[in-house]
């Protein structure tokens, strides 16, 4: 991270959350996040919400296989993320919902 970083520096990232904004407006709000860290890099992230996650992959058509898969807390909470480009930034998008009923231990297929 950069101190001497200026907000214009983030232009980049903000340019494409302004077109975002505009273009997929009636989509699902996601968590927004832009920061001196990754100064190229938007980040938008949707907590037990994945039928939003999915609707902005689509919008953005980033193909179903580009999303990886997996699970954090103990295989308790499901996480998808996809990255891609648009208008020069890295959009990284995230989902994270809760797995209300994994299968129990040993339980057969």
């Known amino acids: 991270m950069s101190e001497s970083l200026k907000l214009d520096d983030l232009s980049v990232p903000l340019r494409a959350l302004r077109l975002l904004a505009v273009d997929f407006g009636h989509l699902s709000a996601p968590w927004v996040h832009v920061g001196c860290v990754y100064p190229e890099q938007l980040e938008l992230t949707f907590h037990d ?3 939003g996650f ?10 179903p296989d580009a999303v990886t898969h997996g699970t954090q807390s ?6 998808l993320q996809a990255t891609a480009d648009f208008t020069g930034a890295v959009l990284k998008l995230t989902g994270f919902a809760q797995i209300t ?5 040993g339980a057969a297929d």
């Open 74 to 79: 103990n295989g308790g909470t499901r996480v």
């Open 49 to 51: 919400d994945l039928a």
């Open 54 to 63: 999915e609707a902005w992959r689509e919008a953005l058509g980033i193909a």
């Open 101 to 105: 009923d994994p299968a129990p231990s």
